[in-house]
């Protein structure tokens, strides 16, 4: 299997996914599978990553204010964390030849904001040029489950907040449409874009990624 072109000397991986899909679980249990092999990894996220992303993240999650935000104005902020977050420390890390392992990155926003929300393809799309520049993933895991199976896992957690953040409280066929965007862009990006089926035990899908990384140079 080859991977994307490589454009730095570092690699770039994103991990994608339904809510709930093992993403964060699954970047740590890799971060320490590359790191025995003598890799050096940045864990990051999206959005987030840097403070002021960090902050933009809060009030993409959780606008406490009462207003409703706009499907444009969320994704604006999110491409602002994602500008922020590119070139303060996804490039930086690439260029010094470390891997990125990064929960969420530009297949979110298609998915979300654009068949979730509904927002323009085109507006999303310039947005991610503008944002992204040269700092294309070398490789994306996608995590697919159905929707259903993701909120159970992630239900305790909710419960203990006392709360769902904006995406949480969305219904089923948001998060399906959610879904089915995640896995046409799979289909569209075969080369970058790896389905790995995450209704099974962790340890089985690490193994999955494990396996399906063994022939790609990173
Ligand atoms: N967003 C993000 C956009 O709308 N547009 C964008 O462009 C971007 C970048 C981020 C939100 O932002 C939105 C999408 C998101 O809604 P978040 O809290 O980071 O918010 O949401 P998620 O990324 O979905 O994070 P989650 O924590 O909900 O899911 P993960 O990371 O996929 O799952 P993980 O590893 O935390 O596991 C969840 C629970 O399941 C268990 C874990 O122990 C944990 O309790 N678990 C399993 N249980 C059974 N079997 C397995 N295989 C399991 N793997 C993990």
Redesign the pocket.
């Known amino acids: 299997m080859n991977a994307c072109k490589r454009r730095f000397p570092g690699f770039f991986i994103t991990f994608e ?10 970047i740590r249990w890799l971060r320490d599978h590359l790191a025995a092999a003598g890799k050096t990894c940045l864990i990051t ?3 987030g990553g840097t403070p002021l992303a960090e902050r933009l993240r809060g009030i ?2 959780h606008l406490d204010s009462g207003e409703k935000l706009q499907p444009e104005t ?1 994704l604006m902020l ?1 491409a602002a964390a994602r500008c922020q977050h590119v070139h303060e420390v996804i490039r930086p890390a690439l260029l010094r030849g470390e891997v990125v392992l990064c ?4 297949d ?2 298609a998915a ?2 654009g068949a ?1 929300r509904g927002v323009s393809k085109t507006l999303i799309e310039t947005l991610r040029e503008a944002a992204v520049g040269d700092c294309v993933p070398d490789l994306t895991i996608l ?1 697919d489950l159905p929707p259903e199976v ?1 909120f159970e ?2 239900r ?2 909710q419960e203990t907040a006392g709360r769902f ?1 904006r ?2 409280a969305e219904q089923l066929a948001f998060h399906t449409r959610v879904r089915q965007e995640f896995l046409t862009i799979a289909v569209r990006e075969p080369e970058r874009v790896r389905v790995v089926a ?1 209704d ?3 340890e089985e ?1 690490s193994a999955a990624i494990r396996s399906m990384l063994n022939d790609v140079e990173i």
């Open positions: 996914g339904p809510e709930g899909a093992g993403k964060t679980t699954q996220r999206e959005p993409v999650k969320e999110i929960d969420r990155f530009y979110s926003t979300y904001q979730g995590l993701g896992r992630t305790t957690r953040d995406f949480e995450a099974r035990t962790p899908v």
